[in-house]
């Protein structure tokens, strides 16, 4: 009624159950500017600012809280919720998302790491029909278990994407779908297609585990306070089955070529570092053949995830930037070096580059080294 008629942009019914700390922050903008009254302004503003002075947003843990009802509406919308549905939502602040989850889903667990915001969104479910449908565990996520879900939503601290990322795909049983806010560029990258500019490490590594589509671009003023950057939210969908390959074997592959993706994979390959490293997973595995551990998928895709725990995932760092290339061999025995790249000439990969292969070219590629013996993990 207020805000409606102080001319918010908002109705009414989206703004029913919507963060107590965030409306009336709004509001009494709105009222401050529209209304002028100075009894109505102390009446509105004075209990209530108090609540929302008391929750300061901690930005060290990424706390951005989204107070755009139409964001919040859209995500959830686009997250295709059943009503039997457990929903895993990862930091739910002061419950603005939850919430909304809350009326769609059978139940909401959240994982908070901020016993302030625990305490806040447990007490803004008290007395609702919610009340019961809502567990809320306190915790780092990336250092909880998770329980089992069949839909993940969140809008996350962005600090942890990559991590978090690789541990839901990581998650036994697979569940159906993630719908997530990244930070823009993350987000981008994550999509990125063969060619594409931002096409990377991260985006070969999740495309292999899941389907992944951008959804929606969110700029930074639907947040309070606001990100430096802007956002977008992503649809995660994990393949079921996995494609069945060594996921080590699968990243150690896709560390070399995308440590320069712009290189003919030859440059690459003839590398003395990547020689060098080729030469001793060759030994390794000889010396390991039949003793090899057969361990399960999800600890695999886990191991995925924890090599990528740093920004090399992100960006296109140069590992053996400092190392020469090794042309003539005399280090590296030319015999190793050549079958290497004789390999690559075989199969017409000698001058391709890795940002203009496809995931079938990497499968391929893996393929075709291991048969010959070449290790990469
Ligand atoms: C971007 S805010 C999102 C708040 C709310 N879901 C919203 O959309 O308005 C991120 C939330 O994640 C919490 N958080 C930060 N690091 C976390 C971690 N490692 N594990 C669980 N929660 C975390 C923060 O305390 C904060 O509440």
New binding site residues.
């Given amino acids: 009624m207020v805000w409606r008629a102080c001319g918010g942009r908002w109705s009414r019914g989206f703004l029913k159950g919507f963060d107590d700390a965030i409306r009336v922050w709004d509001v009494c903008k709105h009222n401050v500017r529209m209304a002028g009254g100075k009894a109505e302004r102390k009446g509105r503003q004075a209990p209530q600012q108090q609540r929302f002075q008391g929750i300061q947003f901690?930005k060290s843990?990424?706390?951005?809280?989204?107070k755009n009802p139409l964001i919040v509406q859209s995500i959830v919308q686009k997250a295709g919720i059943k009503s039997t549905d457990i929903v895993l939502?990862?930091?739910?602040?002061?419950g603005?998302?939850t919430m909304k989850l809350l009326e769609v889903a059978k139940k909401v667990i959240a994982?908070?790491?901020?016993p302030r915001?625990v305490l806040e969104v447990t007490r803004r479910v008290q007395g609702t029909p919610y009340q019961t449908h809502l567990q809320v565990i306190h915790?780092?996520?990336?250092k909880t278990e998770l329980p089992y879900f069949d839909v993940c939503v969140?809008?996350?601290?962005y600090q942890?994407s990559s991590p978090l990322t690789f541990k839901l795909l990581s998650h036994r049983p697979v569940f159906r779908c993630a719908v997530i806010m990244y930070q823009r560029e993350f987000a981008m990258r994550l999509v990125a297609k063969t060619g594409d500019p931002l096409f990377c490490r991260l985006s070969v590594n999740t495309q292999l585990l899941a389907r992944v589509d951008h959804l929606l671009k969110v700029g930074k003023n639907n947040f309070r306070p606001p990100p430096k950057i802007d956002s977008s939210v992503v649809r995660i969908e994990p393949r079921n089955p996995l494609p069945a390959i060594d996921f080590k074997e699968w990243d150690g592959l896709i560390r070399l070529c995308f440590n320069r993706k712009n290189k003919t994979l030859g440059s690459i390959f003839r590398q003395k570092a990547v020689c060098a490293l080729m030469e001793k997973n060759f030994k390794t595995h000889q010396a390991l053949q039949g003793s090899l551990d057969n361990q399960a998928d999800a600890d695999l895709v886990m191991q995925l995830g924890d090599v990528t725990n740093d920004t090399s995932m992100d960006l296109d760092s140069g590992d053996f930037d400092t190392m020469d290339e090794d042309m003539d061999g005399s280090t590296i025995p030319s015999t190793f070096k050549d079958k290497g790249l004789a390999v690559l000439k075989e199969h017409d990969y000698e001058d391709k580059r890795s940002s203009k292969l496809t995931q079938e070219d990497f499968l391929k590629l893996l393929a075709v080294f291991n048969k010959a013996g070449f290790h990469f993990s």
């Fill in positions: 901690d843990k990424g706390q951005h809280i989204l939502e990862i930091g739910p602040g002061t603005n998302l994982v908070e790491l901020d915001m915790g780092d996520v990336l969140a809008n996350i601290p942890i």
